[in-house]
């Protein structure tokens, strides 16, 4: 037990990219402001990249060592996330614009 | 990969930075600190890029979340709500909603940790004679490294590794990644746009704007660009 806290591997960077998963997931579900949940899936998308970036350096340990495929596949995460982004924030600033709320339960306008 | 010393001490700093800074987003009341958390958390998560070796990825992390994506956020967040929760909103969702979400939760990280356990012992028995020899194979790599201009530590090859792979393995989805980026920067400039500004460049249908210049006469004085 003290020589995994002294020695953290592969699976504490799992257990972290865990973690920070479920608080995001959490934060969608609960919070109310829409710009809130957005920065929760940030936290989403910041979470997978940590689990990329984790099992590429544990593919090069196995010998493999030219696998960065992972943090290859990390920038695209992160394009993906900066347009996501983008996006996402113009469709807030117009739906303010129009309907004067952030809160998501008052945007119900698809709810039937 | 088994980091030790120091390594391991910055490991446990950082990942219970983020964590903390991670849950600090979800709960803080004011958006803003929502967002400042958030920042905090992104740099944590940098740092543990850098312990695992991927220097490249940790600057671009810094870059374009931090530097970009949150300074959105901000700009966004300073225009639309400023402490809206302040003045009396409720934060979270109603209460019935918030606990199923939370068993839900718990019952995901209970899952989750599971999976990583069993999964991890898996991947031990696999690999275990594969780190073994490739550590020293690692070690041999890491002495032909080049010296840094300091001579105390060796620049590694790790960045050079991801863009040549970046150019030659993912061209196309490089060049598919810039296209998507410029389509996302258009459709939000579209999206942005006020009533006016549509007007301005003739982009209403004229029921609309006859609609819409009747409640607002300013709109109907705007004259078309064209």
């Known amino acids: 037990m003290l020589h995994s806290v002294k020695n953290p591997d592969l699976s504490k960077f799992l257990v972290i990219g865990a973690l920070l998963f479920v608080i995001g997931v959490a934060g969608v579900l609960t919070r109310r402001n829409i710009i809130v949940i957005f920065m929760s899936i940030e936290l989403i998308l910041n979470a997978a990249n940590l689990n990329f970036i984790a099992f590429s350096r544990y593919l090069q340990d196995t010998g493999n060592v030219n696998a960065v495929a992972g943090q290859v596949f990390t920038v695209f995460v992160i394009v993906v996330a900066a347009a996501e982004a983008a996006i996402g924030l113009g469709i807030v600033i117009a739906l303010y614009r129009n309907k004067e709320t952030i809160w998501i339960d008052e945007i119900d306008l698809l709810k039937w | ?226």
């Open chain 2, 1 to 226: 990969m088994v980091l030790s010393g120091w390594e391991a001490v910055f490991f446990w700093v950082f990942a219970i930075a983020a964590i903390f800074a991670g849950l600090l987003t979800v709960m803080a009341r004011n958006a803003v600190h929502s967002a400042l958390f958030l920042i905090s958390s992104l740099l944590a998560v940098a740092a543990l890029f850098v312990l695992l070796g991927a220097e490249f990825i940790a600057g671009v992390q810094i870059l374009v979340y931090v530097g970009g994506v949150m300074v959105l956020f901000l700009f966004v967040i300073m225009l639309v709500n400023v402490g809206a929760e302040e003045r009396g909103g409720q934060v979270l969702n109603k209460p019935r909603q918030v606990t199923v979400s939370m068993v839900f939760c718990l019952l995901l990280v209970l899952g989750l940790l599971f999976a990583i356990n069993v999964g991890y012992k898996g991947l031990q028995t696999r690999d275990e004679k594969a780190i073994a020899s490739a550590q020293a194979l690692r070690q041999g790599q890491q002495q032909d490294l080049h010296r840094g201009a300091t001579r105390t530590s060796r620049i590694t090859t790790d960045t050079e590794r991801v863009g040549n792979s970046l150019y030659r393995f993912a061209s196309l989805p490089f060049e598919i990644a810039s296209v998507l980026l410029l389509v996302a920067i258009i459709g939000s400039v579209m999206l942005a746009r006020t009533l006016k500004q549509e007007a301005a460049v003739d982009d209403l249908a004229p029921d609309v704007v006859a609609a819409e210049a009747a409640r607002d006469p300013e709109l109907a004085e705007t004259p078309p660009i064209s």
